[in-house]
T-cell receptor, first 114, second 113 residues
């Protein structure tokens, strides 16, 4: 099955700094890579995703880059704000019973200090 | 809850009891999923369903059962065979199983007492 490694597990930055979270995956057939943000006590919410036909996608202060050759993709948050503090999960699909089911990374706890 | 509702929010189970967690969606999504979330473990897939009357085991299905009699509903039963059921359970749905982002419910926190 798919193995998704996510690093770092904890990331502490000062407000205004950039934050980068990286995930690697093992199934070369994976072609859809979402990122989710989970605030404390709340449900995960999709914040950005990328498909394998593009190398980068941006949405205001967040961006995702994909390197299919190296099998890794990264989440970039610029000009971080305290409200960016949350746990971030990456996911990559893997083949299961004839379908592709996302496997999640273990999460990165981002702490933005004011 | 963005179209997907889980209930109850908190649930307490005695040893040896079966309990059922509810998940309902009005998004007209075909696919539904159950995940278990433990601290430091990320999200682990219990069961998923692509269409009505069909479901597949995920990575940690032992001690759990599901049904999918209606498109809108995907209840999860935690049986007494699940030895460590205390966790946060998340239900999700998507348009299809492949290449689509999830919409998650707000979760059920199950505690064994």
């Amino acid at each position: 099955g798919e193995n998704v490694e996510q690093h770092p597990s904890t990331l502490s930055v000062q407000e205004g700094d950039s934050a980068v979270i990286k995930c690697t995956y093992s199934d070369s057939a994976s072609n859809y890579f979402p990122w989710y943000k989970q605030e404390l006590g709340k449900r995960p919410q999709l914040i950005i995703d990328i498909r394998s036909n593009v190398g980068e996608k941006k949405d205001q202060r967040i961006a995702v880059t994909l390197n299919k050759t190296a099998k890794h993709f990264s989440l970039h948050i610029t000009e971080t704000q305290p409200e960016d503090s949350a746990v971030y999960f990456c996911a990559a699909p893997h083949a299961s019973g004839g379908s592709y089911i996302p496997t999640f990374g273990r999460g990165t706890s981002l702490i933005v200090h004011p | 809850d963005g179209g997907i509702t889980q209930s109850p929010k908190y649930l307490f189970r005695k040893e040896g009891q079966n309990v059922t967690l509810s998940c309902e969606q009005n998004l007209n999504h075909d696919a539904m999923y159950w995940y278990r979330q433990d601290p430091g473990q990320g999200l682990r897939l219990i069961y998923y369903s692509q269409i009505v009357n069909d479901f597949q085991k995920g990575d940690i299905a032992e001690g759990y059962s599901v049904s999918r009699e209606k498109k809108e509903s995907f209840p999860l039963t935690v049986t007494s065979a699940q030895k460590n059921p205390t966790a946060f359970y998340l239900c999700a749905s998507s348009i299809g199983v492949q290449d689509y982002g999830y919409t998650f419910g707000s979760g059920t926190r199950l505690t064994v007492v």
